[in-house]
Nanobody, 122 residues
Framework: VQLQAFGGRLVQAGGSLRLSCAPSGRTFSTYTVTWFRQAPGKEREFVAAISWSGERTLYADSVKARFTISRDNARNTVALQMNSLKPEDTAVYYC????????????????WGQGTLVTVSS
């Protein structure tokens, strides 16, 4: 499954942004889909995950109550709504898909998108 992540741009602190992830060529309706991010000089970190059915979600403590992950399997998309953005949210955001497990570990994910840059100015 090849994934495409888009929606990143420059936004002011306190603002909102919506990222989207979609597969090319096939459906990912039976996959866990997760957003990770990587800031300059830092390791890739977990942001939010959603199970294939959408019934289970999980968030990093740093984004809980500010970010919401959702999916629309009929439209074959997963979204990450980001509110109350902070400068420390600045990073390249990646979506990833995994068929078997619901996991927060990047090394467990087989399929990745190319990343989309989110820059939050103070």
């Amino acid at each position: 499954v090849q994934l495409q992540a888009f929606g990143g741009r420059l936004v002011q602190a306190g603002g909102s942004l919506r990222l989207s992830c979609a597969p090319s060529g096939r459906t990912f309706s039976t996959y866990t889909v997760t957003w990770f991010r990587q800031a300059p000089g830092k390791e890739r970190e977990f942001v939010a995950a959603i199970s294939w059915s959408g019934e289970r979600t999980l968030y990093a403590d740093s984004v809980k109550a500010r970010f919401t992950i959702s999916r629309d399997n009929a439209r074959n998309t997963v979204a990450l709504q980001m509110n109350s953005l902070k400068p420390e949210d600045t990073a390249v955001y990646y979506c990833a898909a995994e068929r078997v497990v619901f996991t927060t570990q990047p090394h467990d994910y087989e399929f990745w998108g190319q990343g989309t840059l989110v820059t939050v100015s103070s």
